[in-house]
Structures are given as C-alpha cells and as structure tokens.
T-cell receptor, first 114, second 113 residues
Framework: DSGVTQTPKHLITATGQRVTLRCSPR?????VYWYQQSLDQGLQFLIQ???????AKGNILERFSAQQFPDLHSELNLSSLELGDSALYFC?????????????FGPGTRLTVT | GDSVTQMEGPVTLSEEAFLTINCTYT??????LFWYVQYPGEGLQLLLK?????DKGSNKGFEATYRKETTSFHLEKGSVQVSDSAVYFC????????????FGAGTRLFVKA
C-alpha cells in the first residue's frame, strides 16, 4: 500500500459526459502528479501540482483540468469525453518537487467511455 | 526535449535466468534516474533509483548503474523468479522543464517456472 488513494476505482460513462477523479496523496506529501496509461500511448504525464499551485504540464488536453486543494487532495476533471479517453488514470505523490524524489503511485482509476 | 528509450518486450525468461532490460535517455540537465515496476492490476512502485553519475541503485536483487558517458541505466538481475513477472518502466526526472518525470514505454517480463 503506497498511501495514495484514488476514487473511484472504476468509472463507466458515455461520450460527451464529464467526470471527476479524486486523489489523496500520502500524508505530508506536497506534490501531486496525474498520469494517463493507455495500451497504445503508454504512461503519459498530464500535470503536476505542488502545494496547491500548478508546476508542470505535460500532454494534457484542453478538455481536461485539474486542481489541488488546500488539504492537498487533488481532482482531475475530464469533460466532453471521447472513446479515446478510455484509460487508466494514475495519481502519484512525492514529498517535495526536487528531481531526486521518487513518486508514490495510487492504484488508479479505470475509465471506460462507451 | 527529454526522452527515455527502453527495450521492447515482452521478454520471456525461465526461472533463475539472468535479466537485462536496456534503458537509454536524453536529457538537457542532470537528471535523476528511476526504475519502477508495475504488477498486474496495480499502480507503479519504485524499484530503485540513482541521482548522479556512477551511482548504483539496488533493491530486491535488481541493480542499475547511472552511466553518464553512455546515457544509460540498464536494469539487471542475476536470477529471476516467477514473482518478478511484471512491467518495468525506466524513468528520468529533470529540473529543466519543471521537474517532470518522463517514463519509457515499459518492458513486460514473463518468467516461466
């Protein structure tokens, strides 16, 4: 158990809908990262927050947004969903934002768009 | 930009065989390097890391050495077990570009009894 929790575990929704994925980092960790894992694209970095502020952006679509709240939990919002958004979404956390810190991954949310 | 290239899988070995999974990287700064492992149905977990050139990371019999001259961080294990069957990801984290972590495509390992 990494100490990172993600809800829900599974989500099935229709095209055009909007969903919110939630992540609680390990106790004391200030950085939160979001990743998308699909069969054809591998593990793609989406976005990073540090202590409530956005710090790095990866291949995140404009239809997706995220935020980190004062209690450090984070939410990833996906809107106008398309079939290609079906994937595993992972949240990870680390204590600081330095390059030497490893990340602790949650169990993931499996999103299926029908 | 930064990138990580690792050998394509799947890799299939018999129990007690020697394992090497190749990983090379390109980076503009002085990255830290990581190997993560993903067991079926789970999230990634750190296997080992190295933060500067010539450092050797090791854990659970796995080893990798940070080679700046060849920009490589190959993963090795002397004797694999069935329980090592998983997907292995090489990754780097670099200050340039905002502390992003870049992952390789992953290499699936199957170990037969």
């Amino acid at each position: 158990d990494s100490g990172v929790t993600q809800t829900p575990k599974h989500l099935i929704t229709a095209t055009g809908q909007r969903v919110t994925l939630r992540c609680s980092p390990r106790s004391g960790d200030l950085s939160v990262y979001w990743y998308q894992q699909s069969l054809d694209q591998g593990l793609q970095f989406l976005i990073q927050y540090y202590n409530g502020e956005e710090r790095a952006k990866g291949n995140i679509l404009e239809r997706f947004s995220a935020q980190q709240f004062p209690d450090l939990h984070s939410e990833l919002n996906l809107s106008s969903l398309e079939l290609g958004d079906s994937a595993l979404y992972f949240c990870a956390s680390s204590p600081q934002r330095g390059v030497s810190y490893e990340q602790y991954f949650g169990p993931g949310t499996r999103l299926t768009v029908t | 930009g930064d990138s990580v290239t690792q050998m394509e899988g799947p890799v299939t070995l018999s129990e007690e065989a020697f394992l090497t999974i190749n990983c090379t990287y390109t980076a503009t700064g002085y990255p830290s390097l990581f190997w993560y492992v993903q067991y079926p149905g789970e999230g990634l977990q750190l296997l080992l890391k190295a933060t500067k050139a010539d450092d050797k990371g090791s854990n659970k019999g796995f080893e990798a050495t940070y080679r700046k001259e060849t920009t490589s961080f190959h993963l090795e294990k002397g004797s694999v077990q069935v329980s090592d069957s998983a997907v292995y990801f090489c990754a780097l984290s670099d200050r340039d570009g905002g502390f992003k972590t870049i992952f390789g495509a992953g290499t699936r390992l199957f170990v037969k009894a």
